[in-house]
């Protein structure tokens, strides 16, 4: 029903920056949050900013001052604007989103995009 496509990933060295967007399609009335989560190869996947639909933001201890999160409702988009990246940041990044279907529905429904790779080198 619901499909997010993620782009924006890549190579950065420390310091660096990176935009990342995640595009949601198909049936949606309203996507209330929007969330970014991330998982390195060992490690738990953690929440790094999440959104919500009147645009109050929550962030990561370790990402607060550096990470950014936006969203653009005419676009059904969310982005994440990385600053001053550090190794630790590697990981994949996962883009989330809490969606009600329609008009008819009080249900909301959880989706999750395929993943997108970043890698900070030092």
């Known amino acids: 029903q619901v499909q997010l496509v993620e782009s924006g990933g890549g190579l950065v060295q420390a310091g660096g920056s990176l935009r990342l967007s995640c595009a949601a399609s198909g049936r949606i009335f309203r996507i209330n949050t929007m969330a970014w989560h991330r998982q390195a190869p060992g490690k738990q996947r953690e929440m790094v900013a999440a959104?919500?639909?009147?645009?109050?933001?929550n962030y990561a201890d370790s990402v607060k001052g550096r990470f950014t999160v936006s969203r653009d409702n005419a676009k059904n988009t969310v982005y994440l604007q990385m600053n001053s990246l550090k190794p630790e940041d590697t990981a994949v990044y996962y883009c989330n989103a809490d969606v009600r279907p329609s008009i008819l529905s009080a249900r909301q429904y959880d989706y999750w995009g395929q993943g997108t790779q970043v890698t900070v080198s030092s």
């Open positions: 959104i919500t639909s009147g645009d109050s933001t």
